[in-house]
């Protein structure tokens, strides 16, 4: 396996004269996380202006709530889980899709970026319903490990980290006419690729965390840089990974 510092070095070269293919591919993934960090700094700043005024507030109105009010509640807060979830659902077939297409660009550094249609692949019949498929399997997994404690759960997750790239490449060795790959054949390839491997891809993660510093004191505008050096990163770690397995 190639050091981290190769890895990187390996993105740094093909997204040399190209940063803004680079940037313009997960334009939509960045947005959203400068979205989410800026409404963190929203939320934050609301948090402490007006922590003690809303506690007593929400004391008062629970001590008068009708049935009904109660019934309205409960509703009106299955309907903003329901929301999330199917937020969370699109933000991620955006990211998984834009992997995809960096792990294209990964392994053919003359391709030619689509900006719209490549960080929108996620979103096509070949992949949405398997992206959708995958994340709720590889979510059920990691919970049903996490019952047994934090750690199984976590290490879980980083053994199935590789899903759905793997997922990728079964699809696109599946002959056209024969059936489509089965998630949990995606899940199982995944885990055993990362056996060894597990506290590597958590180091190559932490090797960011100055970047990501550095993009939170600017108000996210860093992740326009960040979110392509990593998903490179990463996409360049997965293929070196299958080559060496």
Known sequence: MKTRAELKSEVKQLFKGRWKDAILLCIVVSLLSIFTILTNYSGQAQKWQGKNTMADGAVNQALHLTAFDIGMLITVLLVIVLVQAIFALIVN?????????????????EREIHPVSDSTIGFTKKYAWPIIGLAILRGIFVFLWSLLLIVPGIVKA???????????DMLAATPEGQPKPRFRDAITRSRQLMV?????????????????????????????????????????YYDNLTQNA
Request: charge should be positive; charged fraction near 5%.
């Open 93 to 109: 077939i955006f990211k998984v899709g834009t992997s995809y297409s960096m792990l294209d660009w990964v392994r053919n550094p």
């Open 196 to 236: 060894g491997h597990k506290w590597q891809l958590f180091v190559l993660q932490l090797s960011f965390i100055g970047w990501a510093i550095l993009s939170g004191i600017t108000m996210g505008i860093g992740q326009l840089w960040l979110v392509p050096y990593t998903y490179g990163t990463f996409a360049n």
């Open 158 to 168: 980083y053994a199935y980290s590789q899903s759905y790239y793997v997922y990728k």
